[in-house]
C-alpha cells in the first residue's frame, strides 16, 4: 500500500509520518515538495505517486493572518481539497482529511454535532468549510475530521506559547471565555492510522463522511494556561509566572483581527460509536507532550 501524507513537518503531519509508517510506503512532502497554493503541482504529485491512501493534514493555519491573505488561505484550504478529491477518484484512492471548530460560529449552547449548520465567523473557517465542501464533492470515500486546539511535541502551539511567555513574565492575562478541548497531535495521528486499517479491511462498508475527533473533557485557554505552567513548575522548570498570575480576561480585551468562537465544544459520539473507539481527556494527551517538551 502506498500512502501520500501532505504537511509533513506541521504538528499533526510530524506524527502521521510514525503512525502511517507500518501500514506500508509513505510518502511524506512539505511546502518545499509541493506548494498547495499550486493546483499543477497537486496535480502532479498526485499523478506520480499514484497513492492508494491520500491524508491530508496541511492547512493554512495562520487566523489572524488569514483576514489579509484571504487568496492564499484559499488556495490551500479551500481548493487543496478539492484537487486532491478529484485526482483520488481517478485513482480510487480513499482521502482522510482535518478540518476544524472553527467551521462554527460558536454560538451554540452545547457541543456541536456534525448535522450542525456551519457559519464560520473568519476566512480560516470559511475556507476550511470550503474545503470540506470541495471533497465531498469530489470523492465520496473520504473521511474528514474536525478537530481543535491541537497541541503536540513538535511544532508552534499554544501551549509552548504559555511556556516562554511564562519564563519571562510574572504574570499573564489569557482568555476565559472560549472553551474546548486542547487535542494531542499524537492522538489524531494514531487514530488515522488505525481508520486507515479498518477502511482497508472493508472498503465497501466503511463509514465514510464527516466526524468530531476531539479529546474528552473541556477546558477554556485560561485555565489551559493554568495547567501547563503548573506542570513546568512542578517539573523544576524556572518560571517566573504562576498559575495564580494567570489573569482570567474575555475575548473583547484581547481583540483579534480574526473571529473565535467562544463554544468550539464538538460532540465525538458519532466517531466513538462507529468505530468503537475512546477518547481519552485532554489532560492525558497534554501531559504525555508535556513531558517530552519540559
Not at 481548493?79 to 477518484?89: H, K, Y
Not at 489551559?224 to 524556572?238: D, E, L, N, S
Request: aromatic share 8%; charged share 20%; hydrophobic share 40%.
Amino acid at each position: 500500500m502506498r500512502l501520500l501524507l501532505t504537511g509533513c513537518n506541521g504538528q499533526v503531519g510530524f506524527e502521521l509520518q510514525r503512525s502511517l509508517a507500518p501500514l506500508g510506503e509513505v510518502v511524506a512532502v512539505d511546502h518545499a515538495e509541493c506548494n498547495l497554493a499550486e493546483p499543477d503541482a497537486i496535480r502532479g504529485l498526485v499523478r506520480t505517486v499514484r497513492p492508494d491512501i491520500i491524508v491530508n493534514p496541511a492547512a493554512y493555519t495562520a487566523v489572524d493572518k488569514a483576514e489579509s491573505e484571504r487568496d492564499l488561505a484559499r488556495a490551500i484550504n479551500a481548493v487543496a481539497p478539492g484537487i486532491l478529491g478529484e485526482e483520488s477518484a481517478k485513482l480510487g484512492a480513499f482521502v482522510v482529511h482535518y478540518s476544524t471548530d472553527y467551521v462554527f460560529d460558536g454560538t451554540k449552547q452545547g457541543a456541536y454535532i456534525e448535522d450542525d449548520d456551519t457559519n464560520p465567523q473568519s476566512v480560516y473557517g470559511h475556507t476550511k468549510r470550503d474545503g470540506e465542501l470541495a471533497l465531498d464533492k469530489a470523492n465520496p470515500h473520504h473521511l474528514i475530521l474536525r478537530t481543535s486546539w491541537v497541541v503536540g511535541a513538535h511544532g508552534g502551539n499554544f501551549a509552548k506559547t504559555m511556556l516562554k511567555l511564562a519564563a519571562d513574565r510574572d504574570s499573564l492575562g489569557v482568555v476565559a471565555d472560549q472553551w474546548g478541548a486542547p487535542t494531542s497531535a499524537a492522538l489524531l495521528a494514531d487514530l488515522v492510522a488505525h481508520l486507515v486499517r479498518q477502511q482497508r479491511c472493508s472498503p465497501a462498508t466503511f463509514p465514510y463522511g464527516i466526524y468530531h475527533c476531539v479529546t474528552a473533557g473541556e477546558t477554556h485557554w485560561c485555565d489551559y494556561a493554568r495547567y501547563v505552567i503548573g506542570a513546568a513548575i512542578q517539573a523544576g522548570k524556572p518560571m517566573k509566572a504562576t498559575p495564580e498570575s494567570i489573569r482570567p480576561i474575555t475575548t473583547a480585551d484581547y481583540p483579534t483581527p480574526a473571529k473565535r468562537p467562544a463554544n468550539s465544544r464538538l460532540n465525538t459520539t458519532k466517531f466513538r460509536t462507529t468505530f468503537g473507539l475512546e477518547l481519552p481527556h485532554w489532560q492525558a494527551g497534554l501531559d504525555h507532550i508535556l513531558q517530552q517538551i519540559l
